[in-house]
């Protein structure tokens, strides 16, 4: 082959040059330090398909993209759930400083369904974000799709499956696996990802928080009687809840948003 030949061919950004990082590559920081130095372009690669694989539902999956989701839903766009295993609270995402009203959720029948909405979401160009969440299954061909859909809207995208999936190969252009390791702490591990080196290891503190959780089971708790006029609580503050839920409320009505307070990986 001809060195024109050759330098031509290294053009093709789908081909990785293991100490070069020039690319036309766009990423956006995940919040983590730790994680972008990890990630070979510094962030979550935008028009990639990211592929995240948990061994349960709300460990962490939304608070390790809220960076992310937040710096988006201030851009043009909208950030787009698809099939979310649990209905998001509009306050955690509101805490998260994710802009609500930038929200779309999806909820589909089948398997079929979903691939369908999630490729015509990230080929929209309407959509700076697409989440979708898909079931522990050989789905090789339909990610494949994804991955070219997302391409061509030039945005960030995310498919969600079960961590038993990591053993299996994927089109997906980065893999993350995320475990629970202690109620602070989660371990991330890089499986793949575009341009640069697999196998790093990184421990994130997704919760700190979770320092002021009590583990104490509600059965332990004082029992109030509410029948007796010493545990009725002052008139203010009872409406002032009342308020703040009538907005939550409203707010959910319009956009529902984030998964848990407990675990806040914003489930509800």
């Given at each position: 082959?001809s060195?024109s030949?050759?330098?031509?061919?290294?053009?093709?950004?789908?081909?990785w040059?293991?100490?070069?990082?020039k690319?036309?590559t766009t990423?956006m920081?995940?919040g983590?330090r730790?994680l972008d130095?990890s990630l070979h372009y510094?962030?979550w690669?935008q028009?990639?398909?990211s592929?995240i694989?948990?061994?349960q539902?709300?460990i962490?999956?939304?608070?390790?993209l809220s960076?992310?989701?937040s710096?988006?839903?201030?851009?043009?766009g909208?950030i787009?759930?698809i099939?979310?295993?649990?209905?998001?609270?509009?306050?955690a995402?509101?805490e998260?400083?994710i802009q609500?009203?930038?929200?779309?959720f999806?909820r589909?029948?089948?398997?079929q369904?979903?691939i369908?909405?999630a490729?015509?979401?990230?080929?929209?160009n309407?959509?700076?974000a697409?989440?979708?969440w898909?079931?522990?299954?050989?789905?090789n061909?339909?990610?494949?799709k994804?991955?070219?859909?997302?391409?061509?809207g030039?945005?960030w995208g995310?498919?969600?499956?079960h961590y038993?999936?990591h053993t299996q190969?994927s089109?997906?252009?980065?893999r993350?696996?995320?475990e629970?390791?202690?109620?602070?702490?989660?371990?991330?591990s890089i499986?793949k990802?575009?341009g640069?080196?697999?196998g790093q290891?990184i421990?994130?503190?997704?919760?700190p928080e979770?320092?002021?959780?009590?583990?104490?089971a509600?059965?332990d708790?004082?029992?109030?009687n509410?029948?007796?006029?010493?545990n009725?609580r002052?008139?203010?503050v009872?409406?002032?809840k009342?308020e703040?839920?009538a907005?939550?409320?409203?707010?959910?009505?319009?956009?529902p948003s984030?998964f848990?307070n407990?675990n806040?990986s914003?489930?509800?």
């Amino acid at each position: 082959m001809s060195s024109s030949a050759l330098k031509q061919l290294l053009r093709n950004q789908s081909i990785w040059q293991a100490a070069c990082r020039k690319s036309k590559t766009t990423s956006m920081s995940s919040g983590y330090r730790k994680l972008d130095q990890s990630l070979h372009y510094g962030g979550w690669p935008q028009a990639v398909l990211s592929e995240i694989l948990l061994p349960q539902h709300g460990i962490g999956e939304i608070r390790l993209l809220s960076p992310l989701l937040s710096q988006l839903s201030q851009k043009p766009g909208y950030i787009c759930w698809i099939n979310p295993p649990f209905l998001p609270n509009a306050t955690a995402l509101f805490e998260q400083q994710i802009q609500i009203e930038k929200l779309i959720f999806i909820r589909t029948q089948t398997t079929q369904q979903t691939i369908w909405t999630a490729q015509q979401a990230m080929s929209s160009n309407a959509c700076s974000a697409v989440l979708c969440w898909l079931p522990a299954q050989s789905l090789n061909r339909e990610i494949r799709k994804l991955s070219l859909a997302v391409k061509s809207g030039n945005c960030w995208g995310f498919i969600l499956r079960h961590y038993k999936m990591h053993t299996q190969p994927s089109p997906a252009a980065l893999r993350i696996t995320l475990e629970n390791t202690t109620k602070l702490k989660r371990q991330l591990s890089i499986i793949k990802q575009p341009g640069g080196w697999a196998g790093q290891e990184i421990t994130l503190e997704l919760f700190p928080e979770s320092l002021y959780w009590t583990n104490q089971a509600a059965t332990d708790w004082p029992q109030i009687n509410l029948n007796s006029k010493e545990n009725i609580r002052p008139t203010c503050v009872t409406e002032h809840k009342q308020e703040v839920r009538a907005q939550n409320n409203s707010q959910i009505q319009s956009s529902p948003s984030t998964f848990n307070n407990h675990n806040l990986s914003m489930y509800h």
